[in-house]
């Protein structure tokens, strides 16, 4: 997000915990909203509970905000890393077929219960963001699940897998290695046809040069990764700067 979009308060930020507690954004816009339409309620974050019959004045005075609420919190659902959450994923090599639903189905209900909101649908119980309890059911320890479900690959860390994540220039000259770039395919014949031979009298001959091998295999040298990736780490202009790297004579082909 852009300086100016952070400084923003942030009002439905499902996928930060897996528990749904009202974070103190969130209460003050509802507060503001009591204040302005003159509603007396203690308690501003049930405004968004359902009830049968309705419970909430803000919803039944605006169901427009009912359905920002929802459609809100079914993007942050549907970005959820953890893909076994989702009720129509079924288990790999199991045969099971994919389950259909219907919109009535997809209604979304809202309680409030021990302190957190709790938001069913689909028959199941729903969240934005992975448990963090959740077991590897092979080895009984915690499931690294990854931050994000789809990964921005605009980003030099896709590329680097350095820890602490790469966001500076000077953060891509001390990553150890940098990628090349090169096609998988090319890269695994090209590693073939450089393994070490051993000559007549025992010795080895040495390999091809890190940048000759890289050339061969349609990849980018140690230096052209690294200003590669130098560029990424600007947000807005690493596209221009992208563009003019790939549009040089020596690489358009």
């Given at each position: 997000s852009s300086p100016d979009q952070q400084r923003l308060d942030v009002v439905f930020d499902w996928e930060k915990e897996f528990i749904l507690r009202p974070t103190k954004d969130l209460v003050k816009m509802l507060r503001h909203i009591s204040r302005a339409m003159a509603f007396t309620t203690p308690e501003p974050h049930l405004l968004l509970v359902d009830g049968s019959p309705e419970s909430s004045i803000l919803l039944k005075q605006y169901p427009e905000m009912k359905a920002y609420r929802d459609i809100s919190f079914w993007w942050k659902y549907y970005l959820n890393p953890d893909i076994s959450i989702f009720p129509n994923n079924p288990i790999p090599d199991s045969g099971e077929d994919i389950g259909i639903y219907n919109r009535m189905d997809a209604q979304q209900s809202w309680t409030w219960k021990?302190?957190?909101?709790?938001?069913?649908?689909?028959?199941?119980?729903?969240?934005?963001?992975?448990?963090?309890?959740?077991?590897?059911?092979?080895?009984?320890?915690?499931?690294?699940?990854?931050?994000?479900?789809?990964?921005?690959?605009?980003?030099?860390?896709?590329?680097?897998?350095?820890?602490?994540?790469?966001?500076?220039?000077?953060?891509?000259?001390?990553?150890?290695?940098?990628?090349?770039?090169?096609?998988?395919?090319?890269?695994?014949?090209?590693?073939?046809?450089?393994?070490?031979?051993?000559?007549?009298?025992?010795?080895?001959t040495s390999e091809l040069s890190n940048d000759s091998a890289t050339s061969k295999s349609g990849g980018l040298s140690q230096r052209d990764s690294e200003l590669l990736l130098s560029f990424l780490t600007v947000p807005y202009i690493r596209l221009p700067l992208t563009l003019t790297f790939f549009a040089s004579d020596d690489r358009v082909h």
């Open positions: 021990k302190g957190c909101y709790q938001v069913a649908s689909l028959n199941i119980a729903l969240s934005c963001c992975p448990d963090p309890n959740k077991l590897d059911p092979k080895t009984r320890k915690p499931l690294k699940i990854a931050s994000h479900r789809y990964p921005s690959t605009a980003t030099p860390s896709f590329y680097c897998h350095a820890k602490p994540i790469v966001k500076t220039e000077d953060d891509v000259i001390y990553c150890p290695n940098l990628p090349s770039f090169a096609d998988k395919k090319k890269k695994s014949d090209q590693d073939n046809d450089n393994e070490i031979t051993v000559s007549t009298s025992g010795a080895e």
